[in-house]
């Protein structure tokens, strides 16, 4: 079993790991109001020091878009473990994207993370071909 120490930064619910799943839940750690458009990066109030040899994800939750209208603009979050000062909180940077503006609460659950082996060392061989069979290009497998 793997340790990571955790400091919080704000009087937010402790993280808990869930029964179901693999991803744990990030609250927000502050209250945000946000127009359509606006943008924000938000507190999420705990700094981690993650395994050696591990990096975490972050991204949204499935209910985030329909909660809160916002977005993670960089897509997905990755959070390597050489970023675990005390003062290295983690962050979501959200973009509003519902017409009528959001409000999120200090303590909703806005995203989520999991650990993940980094990636091992590699290297590039540049080749004339590859041994692989054309699919087709992108979007090859069809539709539906």
């Known amino acids: 079993m793997e340790e990571i120490k955790i400091k ?7 993280i808990k790991k869930i029964e179901q799943g693999d991803w ?4 927000a750690a502050e209250d945000v109001t946000l127009k359509f458009g606006e943008s924000k990066v938000i507190s999420l109030g705990v700094s981690m020091e993650l395994p050696d040899g591990y990096e975490a994800h972050v991204a949204p939750r499935s209910s ?4 809160f209208g916002i977005i993670l603009v960089n897509g997905i979050g990755i959070i ?6 005390n003062d290295d ?13 959001t409000v999120i609460k ?3 659950r806005i995203c989520q993370f999991r650990i993940m082996k980094k990636q091992p060392e590699i290297r590039f061989t540049e080749v004339e071909n590859l041994d692989g069979k ?4 992108i979007g090859s497998t069809g539709r539906g």
Not at 8 to 14: L, M, V
Not at 64 to 67: L, P, Y
Request: aromatic residues 12%; negative net charge.
């Open 134 to 137: 054309n699919r087709g290009g």
């Open 80 to 85: 390597d473990n050489s970023y675990c000062g």
């Open 106 to 108: 200090k303590g909703d």
């Open 64 to 67: 985030t878009f329909k909660n």
């Open 89 to 101: 909180i983690w962050m979501f940077p959200a973009l509003c994207m519902k017409q009528e503006g």
């Open 24 to 27: 744990i839940d990030l609250r």
């Open 8 to 14: 919080y930064h704000a009087d937010i619910e402790h």
